[in-house]
């Protein structure tokens, strides 16, 4: 008797057409379902370590970039400003990152200052008696300043404890008092200024805010000589004190700062649902003039055509804008990191240092691409717009 093995080998010659299109076909299911599961399988094995690969090589990058800004002045490649990054959030702070302290404290010169304070208060209190600067609203000034994180959390938390500044007049005065000053003797209060600051010159704490219009364009404008500093120079975006009025129930919003700017400056009215697209991702300290200031920026991309170039253009040039005094001119250039680095360097001479620092966190927290952006601030490179 015949073992099945002999059987099947005997029905494969007698009908070996019909075992070929049996084998064809069930090659064919096979490929199809088990073959195909199975191929599928290895795919999504594979991009699923692609994924975790480039997730890890991100967050490395990321870590390190941090690591590259903070606690130290602001250095990008060849972009260089006499900027410190006390703190740097590439993917901009949660809500409620700003811990407020209400001080009731009195501004008082450095009895050494106390002289030059008082003949530059009477010098700029002549310049505000004719009319040459204005007082403007209370702001804040900032009194002490310190980085922890949240309980249970690694959210940053910046910590303030500011009170009302005595004035515009007072910020002039004090300002010029430490422009005044040796370098040698600047640095006792700059170099490690969340410890080293001194109140007295801290008399106001401002927001930057770069502009990505709706077309894509990053802002520039030239400021005027009826700035308190800077005059005739470019900054990126809107500048902004923040004031007393922005210390809603005990807490500093700059946020709410930023959005007056935007609408102040360039006639931009952010409504409620669309105030999220304000980022603040650090906070630094000028050591030219002994400021602090939060720096953000606002992605308009997301709305479309709502607030293109053209329409901010038309407020600004029309002289719609409330604080159209404090400007000159505006520009606008394409959002692309070899246009921004080749404008940064162009205007290199008249560029207010913490614009560079506004123009790159703009760049690294809104293009998308942070190897794009690293490439075109390689040193040794040679960008013409």
């Not at 076909?25 to 699923?48: C, D, F, P, Q, S």
């Amino acid at each position: 008797m015949l073992n099945y093995y002999e059987e099947f080998e005997s029905l494969v010659r007698a009908y070996p057409f019909w075992w070929g299109a049996i084998t064809a076909a069930l090659a064919l299911v096979i490929k199809y379902t088990v073959g195909v599961y199975w191929t599928e399988g290895v795919k999504e094995k594979r991009n699923l370590k692609k994924e975790l690969r480039a997730k890890a090589k991100i967050n490395s990058e990321a870590n390190e970039l941090r690591k590259n800004q903070e606690g130290k002045l602001f250095s990008f490649g060849f972009a260089r400003a006499s900027i410190y990054v006390l703190d740097y959030s590439m993917q901009g702070y949660s809500k409620d990152f700003l811990i407020t302290t209400l001080n009731d404290m009195e501004i008082v010169p450095p009895p050494e200052y106390r002289d030059d304070y008082n003949n530059y208060l009477k010098y700029w209190s002549d310049k505000k008696a004719k009319g040459e600067i204005f007082e403007g609203v209370p702001k804040v000034a900032l009194n002490k300043i310190s980085i922890d994180r949240a309980s249970g959390s690694e959210d940053k938390r910046i910590r303030l404890q500011i009170s009302e500044s005595p004035g515009y007049v007072h910020q002039r005065a004090a300002t010029s008092v430490f422009l005044k000053m040796e370098e040698d003797v600047k640095i006792k209060y700059t170099s490690d200024p969340s410890h080293t600051m001194e109140p007295f010159f801290s008399s106001s704490f401002g927001v930057l805010v770069a502009v990505i219009t709706g077309d894509g364009k990053l802002v520039f404008v030239e400021r005027s000589k009826s700035t308190a500093v800077n005059e005739n120079r470019v900054v990126c975006g809107a500048v902004e004190g923040m004031v007393m009025s922005d210390v809603v129930c005990g807490k500093l919003d700059p946020v709410k700062a930023a959005g007056r700017a935007l609408s102040e400056e360039f006639g931009i009215n952010l409504e409620h649902g669309e105030i999220s697209a304000i980022k603040i991702s650090a906070c630094v300290f000028n050591c030219d003039y002994h400021e602090w200031n939060l720096v953000g920026y606002v992605d308009l991309r997301v709305f479309g055509d709502k607030y293109i170039s053209a329409n901010i253009h038309d407020y600004f040039t029309t002289a719609k804008g409330h604080d159209s005094w404090e400007v000159n001119d505006m520009m606008d250039i394409d959002f692309e990191p070899k246009t921004v680095a080749g404008f940064l360097r162009s205007y290199e001479s008249q560029i207010v240092n913490y614009s560079v620092v506004t123009a790159v966190y703009a760049l690294l927290g809104a293009y998308g691409n942070r190897g794009e952006v690293a490439k075109a601030f390689s040193e040794g490179l040679d960008f013409a717009i």
